[in-house]
């Protein structure tokens, strides 16, 4: 590896969105593999995480409780299990670093795991594999970091790549959705004549937080006909200060009590 | 180098996917359009094939994007070589210890960063943006990878403006491209 190799937290290799998240009606699919209660089997994974990623702050596994498990593996079938050997050295490959952009937050970056080839290549070889049989035709990435794991999906499946950009970088006619932020609000652009009514799309980031980012994407796609399959994040925040906790604490809920939102 | 590919039947199928959209940014530019080239999967694919054909056995460790567009064709070229991507970005994007090269713009500067340590002395890179322009921006990203101590083997482009002379601005360093527009 290389200087650049860091420990990180735990990792939650898809993330679907929940039906709970706010200024969203969407109707797909919202299973969450996260729990609050850690599990025996999130051990391993932990083991491979250095202490120092534990800055006195807990970030629970993303390792469902035993009933949430055992439906979820059922209805789950295609997807890789949690202990897929792949996902450790993913996790491993994601650097923490703190107080980054402000002061208390630990931001997650990805970008030493792109520096580790076969970590990066499993990554996308685990969405690949959940959605190559899906009939996706669409992959929707999220300005910046959706740019780079969205278009190898695309891709490797065979599906039109669509950026979601920041205002004003996409030239021609574009429809946005505005989206809250902490203090204010942001914009989010897609082309006009991108997608079709009735394509089914993936929306790709690096990791969710407080869902806000990808609600957008999600409403600028339905908006336009397209059936939004399935959010899918590298990475999930389960612990968040304020706001954000609301919408992530649905889903604890949702997983607990094994109750299964919304089909895939 | 060559600049354009002409001989191959791929190429042709790749231009016609770029759509021009005049005025923009402002009025006089005619923008290169690749976001209907990515709607088209079979292009977007020969894009990126013929990329990696060029470059698969050329020991190539780096494939370092520029922000943002050259985040979408760097990855799957590194990935289908098996090197690292190295994402170069605007200023305070990156966290942690970065180094930074000033550019010039039309009016004013702009600034492009780097994680230290993502690159390694000796190791073999590509650059790879959408489109060279006046080439400053593919000048600082050079740079920065020189001044970690990596060779530039290569500039990759899908377009380029040669009426911009970006080409001379790259010291020498080879510029490969797909794609011409006057």
Do not use: W
């Not at chain 1, 999130?42 to 491979?48: G, K, N, T």
């Not at chain 1, 630990?106 to 899906?134: C, G, H, N, S």
């Not at chain 2, 920065?144 to 001379?168: F, Q, W």
């Amino acid at each position: 590896m290389n200087a650049l190799t860091g420990n990180s937290l735990k990792i939650s290799r898809v993330n679907i969105v929940s039906k709970k998240f706010q200024r969203h009606s969407h109707s797909g699919n919202s299973v969450t593999l996260k729990s609050p209660n850690t599990s025996v089997n999130f051990q391993p994974i932990r083991a491979a995480i250095t202490g120092a990623a534990d800055s006195g702050e807990t970030h629970s596994t993303v390792l469902p409780t035993e009933s949430a498990r055992d439906q979820l593996r059922s209805d789950m079938a295609a997807s890789p299990d949690v202990k897929d050997g792949r996902i450790a050295g993913i996790s491993a490959a994601i650097r923490v670093i703190p107080d980054f952009p402000k002061p208390g937050i630990l931001f997650q970056d990805i970008t030493t795991l792109l520096l580790d080839p076969k970590a990066f290549k499993d990554t996308i070889d685990l969405f690949v594999e959940r959605y190559k049989d899906k009939n996706i035709s669409v992959v929707a990435g999220i300005e910046a970091r959706g740019f780079i794991f969205g278009p190898p999906i695309a891709l490797a499946i065979g599906a039109k790549f669509v950026p979601m950009r920041k205002p004003n970088k996409l030239p021609g006619e574009v429809i946005s959705e505005e989206y809250s932020l902490e203090y204010g609000t942001d914009k989010m652009e897609m082309h006009v004549g991108a997608v079709q009514a009735g394509e089914r799309a993936l929306v790709i980031d690096d990791l969710i937080a407080t869902g806000g980012t990808l609600c957008a994407a999600i409403s600028l796609l339905e908006r336009v006909g397209v059936h939004v399959v399935e959010c899918a994040c590298v990475i999930e925040l389960e612990y968040l200060k304020d706001g954000g906790g609301a919408a992530i604490r649905g889903e604890e809920s949702a997983a607990e009590g094994g109750r299964r939102v919304g089909t895939g | 180098m060559s600049a354009g590919r002409d001989d191959d039947p791929r190429i042709k199928g790749i231009k016609s996917k770029i759509r021009v959209v005049p005025d923009f940014p402002k009025p006089g530019i005619m923008f290169q359009d690749i976001t209907t080239l990515l709607l088209a999967p079979n292009a977007f694919k020969d894009t990126i094939d013929l990329f990696v054909e060029r470059y698969k056995n050329k020991n190539i460790s780096v494939v370092a994007g520029i922000e943002a567009r050259g985040f979408i064709f760097g990855p799957p070229i590194a990935l289908a070589i098996g090197a690292k991507f190295v994402p170069l970005r605007k200023p305070r994007k990156l966290p942690g210890e970065v180094m930074s090269e000033e550019y010039i713009l039309e009016y004013g500067s702009d600034c492009l960063e780097m994680h230290i340590g993502a690159v390694e002395q000796g190791e073999r890179a590509l650059v790879v943006d959408d489109l060279i322009a006046t080439g400053g921006t593919l000048c600082a990203a050079m740079k920065l990878l020189e001044r970690a101590g990596a060779e530039v083997v290569e500039c990759a482009c899908l377009i380029e403006l040669p009426d911009l002379k970006g080409r001379e601005r790259l010291n020498g360093k080879p510029l490969y491209v797909l794609v011409e527009s006057h």
